[in-house]
């Protein structure tokens, strides 16, 4: 059975870092494409970022420069560091993933990420 | 970048009747990645369709993707309780490379 489990989210200050996890099991994280896509309160999903098998990455111009993807292939976990913090970024944060970059098969359930001082 | 909107923003019907869901894109979609999720209040999204007609595994056949190009349409032929919900359509684009999200469809029970 496939599971994604986020964990990392909470209440931080603006400006400040945080880090993302995401652990996977039922598939191999780097035989995979994996996403995280964000959703503030009562809106529509966001996409922000994905890791492709080779392990390049792309991002939404909206966090470019101050979110990173990445991935461990000894935990098969994915990862995403968040700096520089902004009150906009508040979300509920997915991990998504599958074995194509063109649709997200599988999802965890998200991780609250809520910013504020 | 390629932009997708959804239409309408709010579907208001009662359980039995035809849901109709409109996708509608900026430019053409190359090969028609085409997808589309539901998401339930709570719940995280859950892929319905892929390459825009293809239906993931356990979905049910009252749920139908069409569409090719520009103009693509999600069908759900008899609402069920557990179908209300909010709809998203997204793409991903390969030049720029980006994944987009159109802006969702909310079918609500009448």
């Known amino acids: 059975e496939v599971q994604l489990v986020e964990s990392g989210g909470g209440l931080v200050q603006p400006g400040g870092p945080l880090r993302l996890s995401c652990a996977v099991s039922g598939f191999i994280v780097s035989n995979n494409y994996m996403t995280w896509v964000r959703q503030a309160p009562g809106k529509g999903l966001e996409w922000v970022s994905l890791?492709?098998?080779?392990?390049?990455?792309i991002y939404a111009d909206s966090v470019k420069g101050r979110f990173t993807i990445s991935r461990d292939t000894s935990k098969n976990t994915v990862s995403l560091q968040i700096n520089s913090l902004r009150v906009e970024d508040t979300a509920v944060y997915y991990c998504?993933?599958?074995?194509?970059?063109?649709?997200?098969?599988?999802w965890g359930q998200g991780t609250l990420v809520t910013v504020s001082s | 970048e390629i932009v997708l909107t959804q239409s309408p923003g709010t579907l208001s019907l009662s359980p039995g009747e035809r849901a109709t869901l409109s996708c509608r894109a900026s430019q053409s979609l190359r090969s028609n990645f085409l997808a589309w999720y539901q998401q339930k209040p709570g719940q995280a999204p859950s892929l319905l369709i892929h390459?825009?007609?293809t239906r993931a595994t356990g979905i049910p056949d009252r749920f139908s993707g069409s569409g090719s190009g520009t103009d693509f349409t999600l069908t759900i032929t008899r609402l069920e309780p557990e179908d209300f919900a909010v709809y998203y359509c997204?793409?991903?684009?390969?030049?720029?490379?980006?994944?987009?999200f159109g802006g969702g469809t909310k079918v609500e029970i009448k």
């Open positions: 997204q793409q991903y684009g390969s030049s720029p490379r980006v994944l987009t």
């Open positions: 890791i492709y098998i080779d392990g390049s990455a």
């Open positions: 390459d825009a007609s």
């Open positions: 998504a993933g599958g074995l194509t970059r063109y649709y997200l098969d599988y």
